[in-house]
Nanobody
Framework: QVHLVESGGRVVHAGDSLRLACVGS????????LGWFRQAPGKEREFVAA????????VYGDSVRGRFTISRDNANNTMYLQMGSLQGEDTAVYYC?????????????????WGQGTQVTVSS
């Protein structure tokens, strides 16, 4: 079981960049796949990005590909989401999650541990 805590969410302007962090505690952080999801008010949870256990492989959702970058620092039990060219549609609560599967996963059901979420608001 991995305990996850997100940080970095805040109010930004359209076109800005922002980096989210997710710190994990517990055993075997470097043996799990990690991902970011988001949920806007009134909408279903949406896959954002995922990364393999060693950082060698990444997958992105269609709406963020080319603007967001996922990375991880296993030495410090931390995963990041670098977000660029932010738009109003990116406003959501962002969640990090850990999967026992080591390859990047896009389905929420593949993840067993979730953080509490961090709010990102993009103002126009």
């Amino acid at each position: 079981q991995v305990h996850l805590v997100e940080s970095g969410g805040r109010v930004v302007h359209a076109g800005d960049s922002l980096r989210l962090a997710c710190v994990g505690s517990g055993v075997m952080f470097n043996r799990v796949g990690l991902g970011w999801f988001r949920q806007a008010p009134g909408k279903e949870r949406e896959f954002v990005a995922a990364i393999s256990y060693n950082g060698a492989s990444t997958v992105y959702g269609d709406s963020v590909r080319g603007r967001f970058t996922i990375s991880r620092d296993n030495a410090n039990n931390t995963m990041y989401l670098q977000m660029g060219s932010l738009q109003g549609e990116d406003t959501a609560v962002y969640y990090c999650a850990a999967s026992p599967l080591i390859t990047p996963r896009t389905r929420a059901t593949d993840y067993k541990s979730w953080g509490q979420g961090t709010q990102v608001t993009v103002s126009s």
